[in-house]
């Protein structure tokens, strides 16, 4: 044994082994090796959103770098580069240790005597992982109890795992796998399995017909399909599907009834997202409405209570309602000039102060008017009509669209 030894390591090895996943470094820029800089981390796509740079996760893979410490050096999630890695086709290594020797040194070693054992105990491997390198050299026997057509139809036709086939043919992992090189089938990489269980449902078919014709998201898509979000967008890629980026959601068809209803509850004095939550719709989809009608927009954030050309079209709807003039009259109100109207100062009066509680009760309660609508039919500011209802013991109702204005903006 020591005589072999001897000759392997004076004739065959020149020198000692390399270490077992050394990686070289020397073509690979420093700001590859080493930690990467902000602004390093920038150019290589490190955001947020976890897209780095295919080619920078290229030439670190290449090197010999695993996908964890490419996530870790790159401050990415490891899906993101797996999917940056699948994206670039990248050709994926396969599992298990390599073997630390040429294949001119290995075949030096066998021609010399040594025995599976001897390599195995020489380099610290396990007796498997030695029979796979002699096997990738064309060293060894096939497997008496493993059929090569039977392991064929497996392994390539039925996409079997290597595990799944060990427990078909009754024999250990390590033999398939020898088998397999001997017989020079190539292994799958193991990030390319057979589905199983719900990722069955996802098929290229099915991902059209929910993410491209129904649009839902990719939440939505893993809730309705039991999969998860890093396999649907592999999925989308592997189908040839674009995948969207930021918020979808179906948008319902803007028909002219409700770009007229949108238009008219706008200039009513209603803000978008109001307006949006009266017709079932996105403050967003209420803006595209108004632009595409050519409707002013309001500067958005705090406005004037007194903003006059709305104002003033919200005063002139108000005196076109009989039951408002009606009533205005029955209590001696003024009725303004909605054309010419302006904010009233502080020493105008246009009603009694406090308003007697019955006009206060019929104008909120019966004629469903809001609290600003009051206030500028009356010259009241609305915090000293909002007091005056407390003091009646009158509830405030909830913000949204009032009950006049739902009545006189219904199309």
């Given amino acids: 044994m020591s005589t072999v030894r001897r000759s392997i390591r004076t004739d065959a090895l020149h020198g000692p082994p390399p270490k077992v996943g050394a990686v070289e470094h020397a073509s690979i820029p420093m700001s590859v090796c080493g930690p990467l800089t902000r602004a390093e981390h920038e150019h290589a796509g490190a955001t947020d959103r976890g897209s780095p740079d295919p080619t920078l996760v290229r030439a670190l893979y290449e090197a010999g770098a695993t996908e964890r410490s490419i996530a870790q050096q790159l401050r990415v999630p490891r899906a993101a580069v797996t999917d940056t890695l699948a994206s670039a086709q990248v050709e994926r290594r396969q599992s298990g240790r390599p073997c630390p020797l040429t294949a001119d040194q290995l075949q030096q070693l066998v021609d010399s005597g040594a025995t599976q054992a001897t390599i195995a105990a020489m380099l610290h491997a396990a007796p498997g992982t030695v029979s796979r390198w002699l096997a990738e050299i064309g060293v060894g026997d096939p497997d008496p109890r493993i059929d090569r057509t039977e392991l064929r139809r497996l392994y390539v036709d039925q996409q079997l795992t290597i595990r799944e086939v060990a427990d078909r043919l009754n024999v250990p992992k390590n033999r398939i796998i020898r088998d397999l090189t001997l017989a020079g089938i190539p292994r799958r990489s193991r990030h390319s399995r057979r589905p199983r269980g719900p990722r069955l449902a996802v098929t290229a078919e099915r991902l059209t017909d929910l993410y491209v014709n129904q649009g839902l ?3 939505q898509l893993g809730a309705e399909l039991q999969v998860s979000e890093g396999y649907l967008r ?5 189908s040839g599907i674009t995948e969207r980026r930021g918020t979808f959601g179906p948008k319902p068809a803007s028909t002219n009834r409700v770009v007229a209803r949108a238009c008219l509850l706008y200039t009513s ?8 939550a009266e017709l079932g719709i996105s403050a967003t989809q209420v803006a595209l409405i108004l632009a595409e009608a050519d409707i002013p927009v309001r500067r958005p954030g705090p406005r004037p209570l007194y903003d006059d050309p709305p104002t003033r079209r919200v005063l002139t709807q108000l005196y076109q309602d009989p039951d408002v003039r009606q009533a205005l009259e029955r209590w001696n109100i003024d009725v303004q000039d909605s054309d010419n109207w302006e904010r009233p100062t502080p020493f105008q009066s246009l009603a009694p102060d406090p308003l007697p509680p019955d006009l206060l009760r019929h104008l909120y309660n019966n004629l469903g008017l809001t609290i600003h609508h009051i206030s500028i039919l009356t010259g009241i500011g609305t915090t000293g009509v909002k007091g005056q209802l407390h003091r009646l013991g009158i509830t405030p109702r909830p913000p949204g ?11």
């Fill in 269 to 276: 004095g209603l803000s978008m997202t109001a307006v949006g």
């Fill in 234 to 238: 592999r999925r989308l890629r592997e």
């Fill in 217 to 219: 998201t990719l939440a």
């Fill in 401 to 411: 669209p009032s009950p006049w204005t739902r009545r006189h903006t219904a199309i």
